[in-house]
Structures are given as C-alpha cells and as structure tokens.
C-alpha cells in the first residue's frame, strides 16, 4: 500500500494517527505530493482523486482510495478487528454521525477559511482558489464563524461523555482532533473558556499514536518556500 499524502498537512494527518492506532505503519509506503507546488491540481494526480485532494491510498491492485474517512474504514477493517470505525452497527452510525460534524462544523470550514481568506500556503495553489472571487473574503469569514460555533458544539458534547462519540476513541475524535491542528494553522484561537474541548485536547495529544505518528510537520522545502 502507498500513500500519497504531504507530512504536516492536516487531512493526511488523520491517516497517519489511524496508521499509528492499527500498528500498521511499517506495511506502508509514503509518496509526497506537494500541496505548496500545487501538485495535485495537475492531471497525473486527477486522475487519482478528481477532487485534487489529499490524502489518496493506492492499494496493492492499483485501487486509488480517497476520502479520509473511506481510507480510514478500509485500514481499520483489514485486520477484522475494527477499533475506530465502530463494530455494532449502532456504534458505526454514531461514529459516523459525529465524524461528519466534525468534518462539516469544524474541519472543513476552518479549510475553507485557510485556503481562501488567508495567504494559504503560498502562490502556486493559490492560483486554483478562485482569487479574482469579489465576495471572497466575507465566504470565508463566514466560514470561520462557521467553525467557531463547531468548537462551541463540540465543547458541549465532551462536556457530556469523555470521547466524541461516547466512550471510545474513534475516528471522529481523529476528525476534530485534526480540526483544533488546523485551527492553529490557520490562525484561530481556541477560547480558554472551552474548558471540556481542551481537557480532551490533552488526553487525545497523549495517545501514543498521536504523539508518536510520523510526519508530523512540513518540511523544511516546504518550509523554504513558504519564506520561513
Ligand atoms: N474530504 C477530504 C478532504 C481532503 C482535503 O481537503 N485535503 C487537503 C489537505 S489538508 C488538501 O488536499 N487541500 C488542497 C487544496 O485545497 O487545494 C478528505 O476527507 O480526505
């Protein structure tokens, strides 16, 4: 298996801390496409997720698998021994209820506020973000409200049970955990007043798949090009 992902962008960091949850990292291989040289806009990687997003998994027959939350589903499963997806079918569907909140109040409009209302990361991709857009600016400050009112939400639910979807770890506390990285990417601070959001920040940041997991960072070409 290969995975085509950039090391310290936040979508393919949720597919590190799942490979890191199963102990299965030393099965896979790593290819990076840089986001900054807007790689994957261009039509060799296209042809492996139209959505020109990262992260995408190539399985062994030559199967492109994007879609966190599908890559997720497929390395959770193929020990038979789901931890992370749920294994009734009620624990699947809470799993999967609350991964698509924290997908759609937090992690998504946070991606939508860094790419387009911020500098994003850098020139060449911003050339694919509709820059000559008029209304552009106010998108995505509405956005950014968007996953403001997400991190309240999600506050309220870890006040009430200890994981986001009750009392497991799961791939939706992946989801926002990944969400808060992004908030500091892209510059939106997290209110000390969401005390139970920030007490579940610690105990998630002391998993050792968290802690532990590989590319963690950008690295430093990226860095370079970015002007740092
Ligand atoms: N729904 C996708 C989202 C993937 C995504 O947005 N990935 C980001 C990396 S953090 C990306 O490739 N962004 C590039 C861009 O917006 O041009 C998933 O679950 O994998």
């Known amino acids: 298996?290969?995975?085509?992902?950039?090391?310290?962008?936040?979508?393919?960091?949720?597919?590190?801390i799942v490979l890191a949850e199963k102990g299965i990292d030393d099965q896979m291989q790593f290819?990076?496409?840089?986001?900054?040289?807007?790689?994957?806009?261009?039509d060799e990687f296209l042809k492996k997720n139209p959505l020109g997003v990262l992260p995408v998994l190539q399985l062994d027959d030559g199967t492109y698998l994007s879609e966190s939350t599908a890559i997720t589903e497929?390395?959770?499963?193929?020990?038979?021994?789901?931890?992370?997806?749920?294994?009734?079918?009620?624990?699947?569907?809470v799993i999967h209820m609350m991964q698509r909140r924290a997908e759609a109040m937090v992690l998504d409009p946070i991606g939508i506020y860094f790419h387009h209302?911020?500098?994003?990361?850098?020139?060449?991709?911003?050339?694919?973000?509709?820059?000559?857009?008029?209304?552009?600016?106010?998108?995505?400050?509405?956005?950014?409200?968007?996953?403001?009112?997400?991190?309240?939400?999600?506050?309220?639910?870890?006040?009430?049970?200890?994981?986001?979807?009750g009392e497991q770890f799961s791939m939706s506390d992946i989801t926002l955990f990944v969400?808060?990285?992004?908030?500091?990417?892209?510059?939106?601070?997290?209110?000390?007043?969401?005390?139970?959001?920030?007490a579940w920040r610690v105990k998630v940041s002391d998993r050792p798949s968290v802690k532990n997991r590989s590319g963690q960072s950008l690295d430093a070409d990226d860095l370079r090009s970015l002007g740092f």
């Open 117 to 165: 209302g911020t500098p994003g990361l850098g020139a060449q991709l911003q050339v694919y973000k509709s820059p000559e857009w008029a209304h552009r600016t106010e998108w995505a400050a509405r956005e950014r409200a968007k996953a403001e009112a997400g991190l309240s939400y999600f506050n309220g639910v870890l006040e009430a049970t200890p994981f986001v979807a």
């Open 179 to 198: 969400g808060l990285l992004f908030a500091d990417l892209a510059g939106i601070p997290i209110p000390e007043r969401y005390t139970a959001l920030a």
């Open 1 to 16: 298996m290969k995975l085509l992902d950039n090391p310290g962008a936040p979508n393919p960091a949720r597919i590190r």
């Open 31 to 42: 290819e990076k496409v840089s986001l900054i040289a807007a790689e994957h806009k261009q």
């Open 74 to 93: 497929y390395l959770d499963n193929l020990d038979g021994h789901p931890v992370l997806t749920g294994r009734t079918p009620k624990e699947k569907g």
